[in-house]
């Protein structure tokens, strides 16, 4: 790559999953990344591998619920790079459990984390961005966004939210021409799904649940399903490459026919025979 093709790219929830890749990924190829996590343990687990990977891979704590740190962030890349070419908002993680027991705390935190927190991490940069007249935001969002499953009726709503900010966004920042573009992702083989299942109710509260006849049918069901449908990290971290490299990048990005497919075919079918067939699926 020549040196005028190297990017300067944040990347938020880099301890593992889609992050990591992505992370590992770009800095191979030759960009700056500041490779960003909210644990002090990943951040250095991060920071064994920026050793290895060389100069263009550096390592910082940033917690998207937490604007000092993402501003420190920012004020670092300002004074190392002179610029900021991307951000990656990856961050973020799914809330399991029936929206009748998921505590407001709960739903606070999970809009906090997936939504907020991408919009505190874009005030942070777009000035920066501005100042450049240049720049690209890639939200990593979900198929999700346009597929409600039951038990996961809280994460599904923080992305389609997210899709609607995305939208608003890439309208209102066009004038300098900084892009805003959205990462769809279907089932990917990381860590995340296991995190979205110790996510929901404590073992004692699922046990007297109402729900709880039903609550390992719908887990078991969700895990065959994510399989089924599962893409290779390696087409969804392709797929982050172009929205964050390409000369013409497209609004928005999946990783699957699944995920490109699958929205579009719901849009087609009675909302009826839509929830009958999950409810089906998934034993309710």
């Known amino acids: ?33 500041y490779a960003t996590a909210r644990r002090p343990e990943s951040v250095d687990e991060l920071e064994t591998w920026a050793r290895i990977a060389g100069d263009q891979a550096r390592v910082a704590r940033l917690d998207v619920q937490d604007s000092e740190t993402i501003q ?50 874009s005030r942070a940069v777009v000035p920066l961005m501005r100042a450049c007249r240049t720049g690209r935001i890639v939200n990593i969002s979900s198929l999700s966004a346009h597929v409600t499953m039951p038990f996961m009726g809280m994460y599904c709503a923080s992305k389609h939210a997210l899709d609607a900010v995305s939208a608003a966004m890439r309208m209102e920042l066009a004038r300098w021409n900084i892009r805003v573009i959205v990462v769809e992702p279907g089932p990917v083989p990381t860590p ?76 087609l079918l009675p909302d009826r025979l839509i929830e009958w067939a999950i409810r089906r699926e998934v034993g309710l």
């Open 1 to 33: 790559m020549k040196q005028d093709d190297s990017k300067v790219i944040l990347i938020t929830g880099c301890s593992s999953g889609i992050g990591r890749a992505a992370a590992e990924h770009l800095a191979g190829r030759g960009h700056i990344v």
């Open 72 to 121: 420190v962030v920012v004020d670092r890349i300002r004074s190392e790079a002179g610029r900021l070419d991307v951000v990656i908002n990856n961050a973020g993680y799914g809330q399991f459990g029936p929206v009748e027991e998921v505590t407001d705390e709960q739903v606070w935190r999970q809009f906090d984390v997936n939504l907020v927190g991408v919009m505190r991490v």
């Open 192 to 267: 995340f799904q296991e995190k979205v299942r110790n996510s929901g109710a404590d073992a004692t509260n699922a046990q007297v649940s109402p729900y709880a006849e039903v609550r390992a049918r719908v887990e078991e069901s969700r895990r065959k399903l994510n399989s089924l449908g599962a893409a290779p990290m390696s087409r969804v971290v392709r797929a982050i490459e172009h929205a964050a490299t390409a000369r013409r990048p497209r609004i928005r990005y999946y990783d699957a026919a699944l995920a490109r497919w699958v929205p579009r075919l719901f849009s």
